[in-house]
């Protein structure tokens, strides 16, 4: 059985509260992510999304954010339902699908952040699967 532990990102790129949206929206740009965890002394205290941000700009009305400065702490989303390591891909998958999370991230037992695991991730996992699946048929294919 696969874990999240063995299917997430652990190369984390993560936020603090205090800073600015100008410099959330650059990290899911440089990055090519839409999902950055907001952390506090390496714990997880809430997520910002590309989702967020566009919601943000919507609510400002394309002010410029020097002139009307956003933090990450107003934006994050606080109550960020979390996985650990441990948990099975399965249960994993299921929580992503009945909530239609994009992401979540993984704490350890004393809620240290750890990794996130994302759709990405579990389409690269599909993408393996799907390749051994094909090698079987394909080997099959050749014992008969």
């Known amino acids: 059985m696969q874990t999240v532990g063995e299917l997430m990102t652990r190369s984390l790129v993560t936020i603090t509260e205090t800073q600015n949206l100008a410099m959330a929206e650059e990290l899911l740009r440089l990055h090519r992510i839409r999902h950055l965890p907001v952390v506090r002394g390496g714990k997880l205290v809430g997520l910002v999304t590309h989702r967020d941000l566009l919601r943000a700009a919507a609510k400002c009305g394309g002010a410029d954010p020097v002139q009307q400065p956003?933090?990450?702490?107003?934006?994050?989303?606080?109550?960020?339902?979390?996985?650990?390591?441990?948990?099975?891909?399965?249960?994993?998958?299921?929580?992503?699908?009945?909530?239609?999370?994009?992401?979540?991230?993984?704490?350890?037992?004393?809620?240290?952040?750890?990794?996130?695991?994302?759709?990405?991730?579990?389409?690269?996992?599909?993408?393996?699967?799907?390749?051994?699946?094909?090698?079987?048929?394909?080997?099959?294919?050749?014992?008969?």
């Open 70 to 144: 956003l933090w990450a702490s107003d934006v994050m989303v606080r109550d960020v339902k979390t996985v650990r390591p441990d948990t099975s891909s399965r249960e994993a998958v299921k929580m992503m699908l009945d909530n239609k999370f994009g992401c979540l991230p993984v704490v350890g037992a004393d809620g240290t952040l750890v990794g996130i695991l994302t759709e990405a991730d579990m389409v690269r996992f599909a993408q393996h699967l799907i390749e051994d699946m094909d090698r079987r048929s394909l080997a099959a294919e050749y014992e008969a």
